[in-house]
């Protein structure tokens, strides 16, 4: 029902940029902010809750075709500007996708912080094959206290009732874990659900991968100038 709620709608405006003619010359790009409201998805980094629907139509963009590239959030102020006839600035970190000159990404990354009263910090970087998190806030568990998903999620609440009562598999079980794991890597290709974390693995191949997005996230997080280290998560300063 969302979607053909949805459709309708992206209709209506196509009608009437048609019939205002304007169509033919204008860009239009559909996405959303998030994946679904489940419990891996809206507000964590696994492919859940970050990989989004992208759609685009416009002048000199092919109908029909179809990309597997990876795209983030930030690429579409390059997009906006350059359909605009604007120069990008050297230092916006985004790209222009629909460029001729155009070299697709090799990674994509993505970040949690506070949502609503929970603060975690969370950073993930993804390429065609794995995906690689680290959870700088480990202590902090999955089903951590939080109004807004205890009172809208009812599998939130579910989840911490048939964990108690033993009925969980192992893999839903890991949610209701006291801790969350300091790291963790999913092959994609062979375990697109993110259920079994190679981090631990002692596969020289998995480790090396785990080294190299490991890696690759470090040097992301100090050019990027990441301002995540929030004070609140090491804990409220004390008063004498």
Request: hydrophobic share 35%; net charge negative.
């Amino acid at each position: 029902d969302s979607v053909r709620l949805t459709d309708q709608h992206v209709g209506q405006v196509m009608a009437r940029l048609e019939k205002e003619g304007l169509l033919e010359n204008t860009l239009i790009i559909f996405m959303t902010d998030h994946g679904i409201s489940h419990a891996r998805g809206k507000q964590f980094l696994y492919d859940e809750g970050t990989h989004i629907p992208f759609i685009v139509r416009g002048p000199h963009v092919p109908a029909g075709a179809v990309r597997d590239d990876l795209v983030e959030h930030i690429d579409m102020a390059a997009i906006s500007l350059a359909a605009a006839g604007l120069e990008i600035p050297a230092s916006l970190q985004g790209r222009n996708i629909l460029a001729a000159d155009y070299a697709p990404r090799t990674t994509a990354f993505a970040a949690r912080d506070r949502c609503d009263e929970t603060a975690m910090r969370i950073r993930s970087v993804r390429d065609a094959r794995y995906r690689y998190i680290k959870n700088f806030t480990p202590e902090v568990p999955f089903l951590a206290p939080n109004n807004y998903k205890e009172t809208q999620y009812p599998v939130w609440n579910l989840l911490k009732e048939l964990n108690a009562e033993g009925k969980l598999t192992p893999a839903q079980a890991v949610l209701c874990a006291p801790r969350m794991p300091d790291e963790e890597l999913y092959d994609l290709q062979s375990d697109p659900d993110e259920i079994k974390n190679l981090a631990t693995s002692k596969d020289p191949k998995d480790q090396a991968t785990l080294k190299r997005l490991r890696r690759v996230m470090e040097n992301w997080i100090k050019e990027t100038h990441d301002q995540g280290e929030n004070p609140e998560m090491k804990g409220a300063p004390s008063e004498d």
